[in-house]
């Protein structure tokens, strides 16, 4: 078998192999057993390992007929580690669940692997998924492939990295503050966060729970298509969760619909955006213009997205964590323990305040969208930093107050409860990727897309990972 070929196939591809029989679960196991001995530790994406798990698995669905083995037919999938899986380590990033074991498997893996999904290994996290930098105690630090000196972004940083070492063909994730977008930019793959209940989870802390959602990465956009197909549907233990739609994701995406108008806003007028990026993703946007689309400049007004989030984001830890923060403080990082407190100290007024600016930028960017098919901005401000920076402290001469602030560009979408994805879009002088945010209405993932795909054509960036990690001299 042509190891390298099959780790630079599509995903698309590797299943229709599967399904004709020219391939096996088990041989794609052996592959990716094989890719992750040679390049993984030079990036620490999959640190949890479960591949007799796997095996077990794959040779009890290789006794069905092909055409009864899932979406997916039998490829494998990481999970992230912040969800668990049945009889896999699950550490959450924390040294307080560095030896937890579940016994039971989130609604998420359980739909994936009812699907024809493989899990075989978990991908790497920050401590809670806290802060857009993958490290933790556990496992110490994932590195961007582009550049190993540099951060992957977060949370789900081990997920996208594997994706562009080909140590996955598609990969699972979360998103809150734009943990499936900012890694997704950082390391020149596509990551989506999809509408509030289109993938099924376990209720945890809070049955109404939705500024955290999970979603697909992959290396395209009829891949990650593909696998929001696979996650997609409802289930009665997750109440807001929707049921599946009569048209497949991966037909939209392969639609060839265009957008009639599209938005481009530079920093949805929240945020500083270092200029480079900024270009980048200007240029992007405005290649739609080449299909027949009108392309301006404007963004709905987002103007209290700071404050709401800082908020409801901290309630959501109060609600989570605050167990954790009265009997095992030290164990935790200092940006969880501050998230927490701040918590804590929420009045019930703040939080009235906050819920009230989130219904109006969602009411205010409805409106939007009824002139727009598409809003278009970079995904992350900055190109990838650092490493041993724990966050972004400043950008184009602006300090941030807080570490998660210089995620605004992201979370502004989280709360008007809109999909969203990155694409890559290009590359800065030296290398780095760069990810265009593209948004579209609740519910939207159809129309998203189908214009994702239309501009990924148009970029001719499809193919650019895998790539094997670069270490600067």
Partial sequence: MDHQGLVRETACTVVDKLRAGEVTPLDLLDVLEQRIAEVDGNVNALPTLCFDRARDRARAMMKKPAGERGLLAGLPIPIKD?????????????????????????????????????????????????????????FGPTR????????????SGGAAVA??????????????????????????????????????????????????????????????????????????ADPLSLPRLPTSFLSAARSGSKPRRIAFSPDLGITPVDPEVAAISRQAAARFAEAGVIVEQAHPDLREAHECFHVLRAFDYAISKAALLRGQRDQLKPEVIWNIEEGLKLTVEQLERAEAQRVAMTGRTLEFFEKYDLLLAPATIVAPFPIENRFVSECNGRK???YIEWLAIVYAITLVCCPALSLPCGFTASGLPVGLQMVAPPRGEARLLAGAKVLEDILGLRGTTPIDPRTPK
């Avoid at 668990?84 to 498997?105: C, F, H, K, W």
């Avoid at 961007?144 to 949370?155: E, K």
């Fill in 82 to 138: 912040l969800t668990n899986v049945a009889g896999v380590l699950t550490t959450q990033g924390s040294p307080i669940y560095r030896d937890t074991v579940p016994e039971r498997s989130d609604l998420l893996v359980e739909h994936l692997e009812g699907n024809g999904g493989l899990v075989y290994a978990k991908s790497n996290t920050p401590e809670f998924g806290a802060g857009a930098n993958t490290f933790n105690e556990v």
């Fill in 163 to 236: 994706l562009a070492t080909g140590t996955a063909w598609l990969a699972h994730g979360t998103d809150t503050g734009g943990s499936l977008r900012s890694p997704a930019s950082f390391c020149g793959i596509v990551g989506m966060r999809p509408s509030i209940g289109r993938v099924a989870r376990t209720p945890v802390a809070a049955i109404d729970r939705n500024l955290g959602v999970h979603g697909p990465m992959a290396r395209n956009v009829e891949d990650l298509a593909l696998l929001l197909d696979a996650m997609s549907g409802e289930h009665p």
């Fill in 144 to 155: 961007n492939p582009w550049d190993t000196s540099r951060s992957a972004a977060g949370s």
């Fill in 400 to 402: 941030f107050a807080n």
